[in-house]
Structures are given as C-alpha cells and as structure tokens.
T-cell receptor, first 111, second 115 residues
Framework: DGGITQSPKYLFRKEGQNVTLSCEQNLNHDAMYWYRQDPGQGLRLIYYSQIVNDFQKGDIAEGYSVSREKKESFPLTVTSAQKNPTAFYLC??????????FGQGTRLTVV | DAKTTQPPSMDCAEGRAANLPCNHSTISGNEYVYWYRQIHSQGPQYIIHGLKNNETNEMASLIITEDRKSSTLILPHATLRDTAVYYCIVRAPNAGGTSYGKLTFGQGTILTVHP
C-alpha cells in the first residue's frame, strides 16, 4: 500500500529532551517536507529536502534538525532548543513539481 | 512567494454547490494553483490543481480567471463529509531555480456543510 507513514501518532516528551519524529514514504518521491501546525493555524514549513543528502531550512527551522540519508526517510528531531514544541507535525512528499501528499501527522505534547 | 487570500469561513447547504474563492494577485506565470483540504486532526488531502485552464476531477472543479489573479474551487454537491478547512496554495519555485517548490499555506477557509 503506497503512501506516507508518520509515527508515532501521539508523542509525549519531557521538557529538555530531544525527540525524533519518523516519516517514511514508498512513493519513490524525491522531495520531502516537514510542517508544523498550531491550533487554529495554517501549516508552517520547518525543513524540506529535494534530494538525498540535501535539505534546506524552511520558515521556522530554529530548534529543529533533519537528515536525509535515504530517499524513503526524512526524520525530524525536535531539540531542547525549540521553545514551544507542542504542536501537530506533518510530513509530505512530492515528485519534482508534482503534487505533494501528506502523512496523517504526529501530535507532540511536552509535559 | 505569491500570497493567497481566502475568506475565513463559509457555509453551504448539503446537496448544493460550494464555491470557495481564492485571490492570488501576485502569482507568477509558472506557478500552479493547488487546493487541499484538512479535516480535523488529519493530514491535508490533495483536491485539485491547475495552471491556467479550468480543471475537473472526481472531487471538484477549479476555475481560474483569465488573468490568473483569482480562482474558485467548486464542490458540485456538497455533503456533510466535505466540512473541512480548505487551503488555496500557489507553488513557488525554490531559490535555486529548480522545479521543486515549497508549499506555503495560509489560514484557509473553514467550510461548514449543514443539513
């Protein structure tokens, strides 16, 4: 079954801890994206990657890090430097100028 | 990046057509107009996209004005399951000039379909 898988669906983290959100796609897409969504708000771009071993900062990259060692995977690490990490995180992928498809999201809560 | 402007909310009666407008007056010649929708606590779902011609698929129709400064998404027979936030997006080329484009989301339109 092709698509984008984000895991886990819900994640809890203690303040001061780093946490990594998983995003895997089997669509053979070159480009992958991470977005953050806060309640009642639109999506804001954190990082995106156009190809393996390359990625660029989006609009709100501070406190986040990514890697793109494999085409299928684009994990996002929320570091302790992120001042307000509680949010809904969405991963997407696309093929060049093609349509972007989204995962079902991970809801991160800092406790 | 071209910005989009959408009304914050709209209502529609079940079975009637829902017409969702979007202004993108600063759109560039090579930018596509995309529409997505998001049901609460789910990832956005792709609906349709177009460059300058009108487009139709099994979900919706997209009407783009001749000057490309605005567009309308039409859901021909809205159902209660169409209640969602609808996002109009223009896809920008990246800074390096390649064909990969960031998707920049605005606030969207909350469409409520009522019985």
């Amino acid at each position: 079954d092709g698509g984008i898988t984000q895991s886990p669906k819900y994640l809890f983290r203690k303040e001061g801890q780093n946490v990594t959100l998983s995003c895997e796609q089997n669509l053979n897409h070159d480009a992958m994206y991470w977005y953050r969504q806060d309640p009642g708000q639109g999506l804001r771009l954190i990082y995106y990657s156009q190809i393996v071993n390359d990625f660029q900062k989006g609009d709100i990259a501070e406190g986040y890090s990514v890697s793109r060692e494999k085409k299928e995977s684009f994990p996002l690490t929320v570091t302790s430097a992120q001042k307000n990490p509680t949010a809904f995180y969405l991963c997407a992928s696309s093929q060049q100028q093609g349509t972007a498809f989204f995962g079902q999201g991970t809801r991160l809560t800092v406790v | 990046d071209a910005k989009t402007t959408q009304p914050p909310s709209m209502d529609c009666a079940e079975g009637r057509a829902a017409n969702l407008p979007c202004n993108h007056s600063t759109i560039s010649g090579n930018e596509y107009v995309y529409w997505y929708r998001q049901i609460h606590s789910q990832g956005p779902q792709y609906i349709i996209h177009g460059l300058k011609n009108n487009e139709t698929n099994e979900m919706a129709s997209l009407i783009i004005t001749e000057d490309r400064k605005s567009s309308t998404l039409i859901l021909p027979h809205a159902t209660l399951r169409d209640t969602a936030v609808y996002y109009c997006i223009v896809r920008a080329p990246n800074a390096g000039g390649t064909s990969y484009g960031k998707l920049t989301f605005g606030q969207g339109t909350i469409l409520t379909v009522h019985p």
